[in-house]
């Protein structure tokens, strides 16, 4: 009869409460800026997974005007001494509509560290006297077994100044 009690007890947990079973993603705060002292906030869950040898971070971007929009994947390529990161539109003002990548960046390293590399971008360069702006691409490993990479920050849309974006993920995380 208490095996029986148990046997119900467990199954009224798993088909009435299935969220108490399930992993939450933690939900991070970032900001994307449009220019000196232009930033509005955002928040974005960070996931690692192994894909044929290849390490990858994807993120999942959220405001709250348009709900969840933008995938930025970095896949690291250990073998090469390669990162790619891509930026996805997913979806438009709540409305779903997929576009595709949006802007692919591949950066090369030398030898692998713990502090911040990628490309301070030719915006920054030439108008950013304040350093204020950040870099085009920021990518920093997430340990000393330099497998996963964390981006930093990201540009969308430098070929279009006036839709210039960036995406400043918090590198503390």
Known sequence: MKFRNLLFTILCL???????????????????????????????????????????????????????????TATHYKAEKKV?????????????????????????YDAPALKLFGT??????????????????ALKFTNNKYDYVKVASIAKGVDNLYALKWYVLDEKN
């Open 120 to 137: 301070q971008g030719i915006v920054k360069q030439s108008m950013d006297g304040q350093n204020a702006l950040p870099n085009e691409l």
């Open 14 to 72: 798993v088909f009435f409460f299935p969220n108490a079973f399930s992993q939450t993603k933690t939900k991070y705060k970032g900001y994307f800026c449009t220019g000196v002292n232009k930033n509005s906030p955002f928040t974005y869950t960070r996931e690692y997974k192994k894909d044929s040898g290849n390490f990858v971070t994807l993120y999942k971007i959220s405001t709250a005007q348009n709900g969840y929009y933008l995938d930025i």
């Open 84 to 108: 790619v990161v891509v930026i996805d539109d997913v979806y438009t003002k709540g409305t779903p509509f997929y576009s595709g990548p949006v802007r692919t960046q591949e950066i090369y």
